[in-house]
């Protein structure tokens, strides 16, 4: 899928063995900043010293060391030896120790659809009401992180059966602050206002977006973000659910509205770097370079919270270059502030004591904290401690997130493969490239109902 293609592309490891135990990164009890109560209470009711527990998970590389960094707290609170393992085709390595009988106690994966299929087998555990009843209380838009962890059972019975841990955020827009400053410009708060600053660039003599849908095979995904963004803004929550899962077809009159708001930014020569036709050619990462030419090529960039990746050497973000919510209509306040994203599930798929507590441990506002502290995390939990956010653009995305009113996982990735990362991605292309929205969701809809 492509979101894990793009998070996992500069993983170092192929294979990530045994952790074992880690020293701690952060003396406990030293730092006020973290809650250090959290950690001591869990600590006290969690005594399982002997008992060892086995996580497989999507992290390699730098990512694997900075979860390792944070369950080296639940190995000292616990006295559990943590095993942790992963793989460079870790969702088909998953289903293949599941069917084989030997699945890790834990498994963490970015990809709910998979997640769906593996708790339709009977191969996960529910983890209760409770859980359930906390998530609607800590975390921001509750309901959406309980509609996200839901599945169901082999015996078709609805359960909670993940939590939500490390969440990515793809509602973003970028800029370079000092371009819009010397042209005067402000950050929009609404979708009209956005609507008019791009309008206003071109008025100017300027051109407003950078926008690349190139990514070799992958070619077209960028523009299903921007889809799936314009399809929560102007439609409600379970509109997009029933669009993700077939209840209603590509060529509703909904989705072809968030089709043709996308092209409204998109098909328009005067409002894109090097005209609509340069959309689908122009490589998504090397797509945002325009933002730093002098003069500027763009002002504005659409794309999710790794992009910076792709800033020239040595941008600071938050200062060379910032971002802002994609904000909602103000026509359409009834839709809140819907947040696109993704993110990893935690899940149990062989129940012990050390998997039970671990999923507790997740629960604990350090578990969250540690990992904040240091690099790439976000979270909804609104008892985490903000202060530990390693930079300001982290918090200020971490802010993104809390004030939601709702989350939708990416949608490209909850449909079935040969769609979200296919047809989807090629009607994106064609879209893009001069066919009309009903033509394109006709043929994307074809290849839906022709699925086996």
């Known amino acids: ?75 000292e609170a616990t006295g559990i030896d943590v095993k942790y393992s992963s793989s460079e085709n870790y969702e088909q390595q998953i289903v293949i120790d599941t069917q084989a009988g030997s699945p890790p106690e834990v498994a963490i994966l970015p990809q709910p659809g998979l997640i769906a299929d593996l708790a339709s087998k009977g191969y996960l555990t529910p983890l209760g009401d409770e859980l359930k009843t906390w998530l609607l209380e800590n975390y921001a838009a509750g309901q959406s992180w309980v509609d996200l962890s839901t599945y169901k059972g082999k015996d078709g019975a609805e359960a909670l059966y993940a939590f939500p841990y490390k969440i990515d955020v793809k509602s973003l827009v970028w800029y370079v602050p000092e371009n819009f400053e010397d042209a005067g410009y402000e950050v929009p708060k609404t979708m009209e206002e956005l609507k008019a600053l791009t309008e206003q660039i071109v008025e100017d003599g300027g051109t407003p977006w950078c926008i690349g849908l190139g990514s070799g095979g992958a070619t077209g ?45 998109a098909k328009n020569d005067k409002f894109v770097d090097g005209g609509s036709a340069a959309v689908a050619s122009t490589d998504f990462r090397d797509s945002p370079k325009g933002l730093f030419g002098a003069p500027p090529k763009c002002y504005l960039h659409h794309q999710a919270s790794f992009v910076p990746s792709f800033f020239p050497e040595g941008t600071v973000v938050g200062e060379d270059a910032d971002f802002f919510y994609m904000p909602p209509y103000e026509s359409k306040k009834d839709l809140g502030n819907p947040v696109l994203g993704a993110g990893t599930l935690a899940m149990i798929t062989k129940d012990s004591p050390a998997a039970r507590a671990f999923i507790e441990f997740l629960q604990t506002p350090i578990a969250h904290e540690l990992w904040m502290a240091q690099s790439s995390f976000l979270t909804p939990y609104k008892s985490a401690s903000k202060e530990t956010y390693a930079n300001a653009p982290m918090a200020k995305q971490g802010d993104i997130l809390l004030n939601a009113t709702t989350f939708r996982f990416d ?36 290849a839906w109902d022709g699925l086996k």
């Open 1 to 75: 899928m492509k979101k894990t293609w793009l998070l996992h592309a500069a993983a170092l490891a192929l294979l990530a063995g045994s952790a074992g135990a880690a020293e701690l990164k952060f003396a406990p009890g030293e730092d006020k900043k973290f809650n250090w109560t959290s950690f001591e209470d869990f600590k006290k009711g969690h005594d399982l010293k002997g008992q060892s527990l086995t996580i497989f998970g999507p992290w390699r590389g730098e990512d694997q060391a900075l979860f390792e960094s944070v369950f080296a707290y639940f190995e």
């Open 221 to 265: 995904w960028p523009a299903t973000d921007w889809v799936e963004d314009m399809m929560l803004r102007t439609s409600s929550p379970e509109t997009y659910d029933k669009w993700v899962t077939n209840a209603i077809p590509f060529t509703d009159p909904a989705v072809l509205t968030a089709i043709d708001e996308f092209g409204w930014f």
């Open 411 to 446: 949608g490209s990735d909850l449909m079935p493969g040969k769609i979200g990362a296919g047809a989807f991605w090629t009607g994106m292309v064609d879209y893009t490239g001069g066919k009309s929205a009903a033509d394109v969701a006709a043929s994307i809809q074809k």
